[in-house]
């Protein structure tokens, strides 16, 4: 069985080792334990994990800015892709963030992976073309 549960802190190890593992998933400096305790912290109840018995085998980051939800860094173990896992950590991120009032969110897809942008088109969100992401990094670390 699997079963879906808030993430905490303890979680840590496993769900980088998950991140690291997933082919889309990019793994910064912005993802220490600190910086993710502090995540945690900001956003408490909206990131969860996936577990088939005592293994984690999926995980989702959902916060928002009092305005609109982000989610980032949803992975699901290789072998257990498509069997539903990733719609209901999707789903369960999404009902955390309309609790608080957040009705629209966003996720940024590497354009090249396929795969990712077919799942989320089919759980019915809208690829944008009239947006472009700026990004400005204020330090000398390429990988902050
Ligand atoms: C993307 C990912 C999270 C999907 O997780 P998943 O548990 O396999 O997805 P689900 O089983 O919940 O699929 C939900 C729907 O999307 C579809 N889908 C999932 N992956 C798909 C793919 N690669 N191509 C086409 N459709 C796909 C499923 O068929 C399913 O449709 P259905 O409900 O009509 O049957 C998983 O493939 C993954 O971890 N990939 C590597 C990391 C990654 O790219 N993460 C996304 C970063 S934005």
Known sequence: MIAIRPMTFDDYDA??????????????????????QRYLTRN?????????????????????????????HLAVAADFQRQGVGRRLVERALAGLAAEG????????????????A??????WVKRDDICRFSFNNSSDPNV
């Open 119 to 124: 799942f989320w088109q089919r759980l019915g």
């Open 102 to 117: 957040i009705l629209k969110s966003h996720i940024d897809v590497f354009a090249d992976n396929r795969g990712a942008i």
């Open 44 to 72: 408490p109840g909206l990131s969860f994990v996936a577990e088939s018995d005592d293994r984690l085998i999926g995980c989702i980051f959902g916060g928002h800015d009092g305005r609109r939800g982000s989610l980032l």
């Open 15 to 36: 769900v980088l080792a998950l991140m690291r593992g997933a082919p889309g998933v990019a793994v910064r400096a912005a993802d220490s334990p600190a910086a993710i």
